[in-house]
């Protein structure tokens, strides 16, 4: 019996295996970093003020103090995208681990309210810490993701029906709103309001060399072992039973997901504040292009994600110049609707 | 048998004329506390003088023209609120919904954040269009809601309903956030004052804006207690009874939708007063309508009055949106509900 349930998942592994398409997901890795190459320039070049391809140029290899367009680059917008790249790839890569590891089409690190954890988190320390070193400040925003998450899975896990998708998103809004509203109290009563409208409403704006320091080593870092466990998250996507007849270690691959998931989450919120729905959208997008194998799964939404945040921040910074739309109203504004097809298309799937 | 079954209804009617007496009878306590707490402290001997003429001019503007309006708001958006819950919750047969919840809230918000940037609420009159503005977005915002929530082969399914109208929520807040980069500060103040859910309008005006819809709408459901009970029994034995479903729940809706409206416009988007109130009267009174509507606009009345006292007390001088104050008694309540809920 045994066996032949193993003979089976094994097939069923195979299965997803083929629907891989290595040769796309290669192409849009190369096609997705020249892109981003491409929005690179795109970006520092477009803004409040416009900055020509030579003056770049030479704000890397000619970097002149006194050119103040040189300034402008090298310490407002180059840091500026390199944190939209990093912050859409973490929120690419947590959502894709969520929904492979839950299976739940619907996972996303906002939608179930780790974003709010991390934001109440960097509320508290706004107030009781004011001028903490940025490090701490990330540490804390980790611990706010891990308590969002846990609570949102503790109250799915009480629930009779135990974890249905629907049951999460619902008590990830419920604890979004109680959260949300915690920090907005925290907030007044500290007078840092001010200082946490941004994170409500996100942005790269305020990303400074001194934070890409801390976050950029550990969001490589996560993504690397985000793809050495994905091999096991392919396995555990197709369920729990298929990979216990496979002799997979289950426990350990969700604690691994779980701590790189807080991390990745917690750290683009420090950066960018609660931006919701890119961790929906994009593992969705690559599973259309390059199938259900998460060894490709993880790496290319790392990439599209990347490019996304990038190209919604431009689109942030110049579609209403000289003001900013807040980027996390931009990507809600696409995410819902594609939000609203997943709920309506997902009877099977939900 | 039939006595006995007679007694339990007299029974159960004392109870709730019971509840209700008490509920009253914490509003009016609440009523008095909140008038004398505050920033400027008033003791109570003063609140009794002034409000039969004794006191002095100070005073009396104070208690007249700025805290009593909206303690009277309070009382009316909390009553509201939760009776247009009372009704979603039986015309959709979920347990979860609530205008907050579910984004007509939002919707609301929406237009009235429009109408507020295009006629400035400075124009005399304009206040009382605002009810009505209000209800027009929370009406075309419950049927984007419906339809998108609505399958062919399996009508509307409760939880999908609830999704979708986060989901909706969502994104008409942030749409809200884009809108504001378009308008002036002092209308970019007013769109976050109302995202936080405080209670913004707070002069007698409108009052007398609210107060017609209630005055409407409160009675006319009130009748339709019994309708609402037969809908609670089922769709084939409403249809066996000879009820006009269809007729029935769009109605009921529309009231439903025009008495958060309503309540919205004037307050900001407060959410899960429509979800507690009828909750906890459902555990104290039982199910019949004709009970669970009035006792629940009574605790919802209580309920936001008592968040509106604590946000302006707790935090002085700073006032905490009473949204705030009510989303963290509610959220848990959510949760716990969530968690209990069969499918």
């Given at each position: 019996?045994?066996?032949?349930a193993?003979?089976?998942?094994?097939?069923?592994?195979?299965a997803?295996?083929?629907?891989?398409?290595p040769?796309?997901?290669?192409?849009?890795i190369?096609?997705?970093?020249?892109?981003?190459?491409?929005?690179f320039?795109?970006?520092?070049s477009?803004g409040?003020?416009?900055?020509?391809?030579?003056?770049?140029y030479?704000a890397?290899?000619?970097?002149?103090?006194?050119?103040?367009?040189?300034?402008?680059?090298?310490?407002l917008?180059?840091?500026?995208i390199?944190?939209?790249a990093?912050?859409?790839?973490?929120f690419?890569?947590?959502?894709a681990?969520?929904?492979?590891?839950?299976?739940?089409?619907l996972?996303d690190?906002?939608?179930?309210?780790?974003?709010?954890?991390?934001?109440?988190m960097?509320?508290?320390?706004?107030?009781?810490?004011?001028?903490m070193p940025?490090?701490?400040?990330?540490?804390?925003?980790?611990?706010?993701?891990?308590?969002?998450?846990?609570i949102?899975?503790?109250?799915?896990?009480l629930?009779?029906?135990?974890l249905t998708?629907?049951r999460?998103?619902l008590?990830?809004?419920?604890?979004?709103?109680?959260?949300?509203?915690l920090?907005?109290?925290?907030?007044l009563?500290?007078?840092?309001?001010?200082?946490m409208?941004?994170?409500y409403?996100?942005?790269?704006?305020?990303t400074?060399?001194?934070?890409l320091?801390?976050?950029?080593?550990?969001?490589i870092?996560?993504?690397?072992?985000?793809?050495?466990?994905?091999?096991?998250?392919t396995?555990?996507?197709?369920?729990e039973?298929?990979?216990?007849?496979?002799?997979?270690?289950?426990v350990?691959?969700?604690?691994?997901?779980i701590?790189?998931?807080?991390?990745?989450?917690?750290?683009?919120?420090s950066?960018?504040?609660a931006v919701s729905?890119?961790g929906?959208?994009?593992?969705?997008?690559?599973?259309?292009?390059?199938g259900?194998?998460?060894r490709?799964?993880?790496?290319v939404?790392?990439?599209?994600?990347?490019v996304?945040?990038v190209v919604?921040?431009?689109l942030?910074r110049?579609?209403?110049a000289?003001?900013?739309?807040p980027i996390?109203?931009?990507?809600s504004l696409?995410?819902?609707?594609f939000?609203?097809?997943?709920?309506r298309k997902?009877?099977?799937?939900? | 048998m039939?006595s006995?079954?007679?007694?339990?209804?007299?029974?159960?009617?004392?109870?709730?004329?019971?509840?209700g007496?008490?509920?009253?009878?914490i509003?009016i306590?609440?009523?008095?506390?909140s008038?004398?707490?505050?920033?400027?402290?008033?003791?109570p001997?003063?609140?009794?003088?002034t409000?039969?003429?004794?006191?002095?001019?100070?005073?009396?503007?104070l208690?007249?023209?700025?805290?009593?309006?909206r303690?009277v708001?309070?009382?009316?958006?909390?009553?509201?609120?939760?009776?247009?819950?009372?009704?979603?919750?039986?015309v959709?047969?979920?347990?979860?919904?609530?205008?907050?919840?579910?984004?007509?809230?939002a919707?609301?918000?929406?237009?009235?954040?429009?109408?507020?940037?295009?006629?400035?609420?400075?124009?005399?009159?304009?206040?009382f269009?605002?009810?009505i503005?209000?209800?027009?977005g929370?009406?075309?915002t419950?049927?984007?809601?419906?339809?998108?929530?609505?399958?062919?082969?399996?009508?509307?399914?409760?939880?999908?309903?609830?999704?979708v109208?986060?989901a909706?929520a969502?994104?008409?807040?942030a749409?809200?956030?884009?809108l504001t980069?378009?308008?002036d500060p002092?209308?970019?103040?007013?769109?976050?004052?109302?995202?936080?859910?405080?209670?913004?309008?707070?002069?007698?005006?409108?009052?007398?804006?609210?107060?017609?819809?209630?005055?409407?709408?409160?009675?006319?459901?009130?009748?339709?207690?019994?309708?609402?009970?037969?809908?609670?029994?089922g769709?084939?034995?409403?249809?066996?009874?000879g009820m006009?479903?269809?007729?029935?729940?769009?109605?009921?809706?529309?009231a439903?939708?025009g008495?958060?409206?309503?309540?919205?416009?004037?307050?900001?988007?407060i959410?899960?007063?429509?979800?507690i109130?009828?909750?906890?009267t459902r555990?104290?009174?039982?199910?019949?309508?004709?009970y669970?509507l009035?006792?629940?606009?009574?605790?919802g009345?209580?309920?936001v009055?008592?968040a509106?006292?604590?946000?302006?007390?707790?935090?002085?001088?700073a006032?905490i949106?009473?949204?705030?104050?009510?989303?963290?008694?509610?959220?848990?309540?959510?949760?716990?509900?969530?968690?209990?809920?069969?499918?």
């Open positions: 019996m045994a066996k032949n193993t003979i089976e998942s094994k097939a069923q592994v195979k997803v295996k083929k629907t891989a398409k040769i796309r997901g290669t192409i849009i190369i096609s997705g970093l020249v892109f981003l190459c491409f929005s320039i795109l970006s520092i477009l409040a003020a416009d900055i020509n391809l030579s003056t770049i030479n890397f290899f000619n970097f002149d103090t006194g050119v103040t367009q040189h300034q402008i680059i090298r310490e917008r180059f840091p500026r390199i944190g939209a990093l912050v859409g790839a973490a690419s890569v947590a959502g681990l969520m929904q492979g590891m839950t299976r739940n089409p996972a690190s906002g939608l179930l309210g780790l974003n709010a954890g991390a934001v109440m960097l509320a508290i320390s706004f107030s009781f810490f004011p001028g940025y490090v701490y400040t990330v540490l804390l925003s980790f611990f706010g993701a891990a308590l969002g998450a846990s949102v899975y503790g109250v799915g896990s629930s009779k029906n135990g998708p629907i999460l998103v008590a990830g809004a419920a604890v979004t709103a109680l959260l949300t509203a920090s907005e109290g925290i907030a009563y500290f007078n840092v309001g001010q200082d409208a941004f994170w409403a996100g942005g790269v704006s305020s400074k060399w001194e934070h320091i801390v976050i950029t080593p550990i969001v870092i996560m993504i690397f072992i985000a793809m050495r466990i994905s091999r096991s998250i396995i555990l996507s197709l369920g039973e298929v990979a216990v007849s496979l002799g997979e270690r289950t350990r691959t969700k604690l691994i997901s701590l790189v998931i807080v991390v990745l989450a917690g750290l683009a919120v950066v960018v504040g729905f890119v929906l959208i994009v593992p969705h997008l690559t599973r259309k292009i390059v259900y194998d998460y490709w799964i993880i790496p939404s790392a990439v599209v994600g990347a996304l945040v919604a921040d431009l942030a110049t579609l209403n000289p003001f900013e739309i996390g109203a931009l990507i696409i995410g819902v609707p939000f609203l097809y997943l709920a997902g009877g099977k799937e939900l | 039939m006995q079954k007679t007694a339990g209804l007299i029974k159960r009617q004392k109870k709730a004329v019971f509840v007496i008490s509920l009253v009878v509003l306590v609440l009523f008095v506390v008038l004398n707490t505050g920033v400027m402290k008033i003791d001997l003063t609140v009794i003088k409000v039969f003429g004794q006191g002095e001019a100070t005073d009396e503007l208690l007249f023209e700025f805290r009593l309006p303690i708001i309070a009382v009316l958006i909390g009553m509201g609120l939760a009776m247009s819950g009372a009704v979603l919750q039986g959709v047969k979920n347990p979860l919904a609530d205008p907050g919840i579910i984004g007509i809230n919707g609301a918000g929406l237009a009235i954040t429009l109408f507020v940037t295009y006629f400035s609420t400075e124009v005399g009159g304009s206040v269009l605002m009810p503005v209000a209800f027009i929370a009406g075309l419950a049927v984007t809601i419906y339809a998108f929530s609505y399958k062919k082969d399996e009508g509307i399914s409760p939880i999908r309903l609830i999704l109208g986060v909706v969502a994104g008409i807040s749409l809200m956030i884009v980069l378009k308008i002092k209308t970019y103040d007013f769109v976050a004052t109302w995202l936080a859910g405080s209670i913004w309008g707070s002069s007698w005006n409108f009052v007398f804006a609210l107060l017609p819809w209630l005055i409407v709408l409160m009675p006319y459901v009130y009748f339709k207690a019994k309708v609402l009970d037969v809908m609670n029994l769709d084939s034995t409403a249809v066996s009874l006009n479903l269809e007729k029935e729940r769009r109605t009921l809706l529309a439903a939708v008495l958060a409206a309503a309540s919205v416009s004037v307050s900001g988007g959410g899960f007063v429509g979800l109130a009828p909750h906890m555990r104290i009174v039982g199910e019949a309508y004709r669970v009035p006792i629940s606009a009574l605790i009345g209580v309920l009055l008592a509106d006292t604590i946000g302006r007390v707790i935090l002085q001088p006032e949106p009473t949204g705030v104050v009510v989303a963290i008694i509610g959220a848990p309540y959510f949760l716990y509900l969530l968690a209990k809920l069969n499918d």
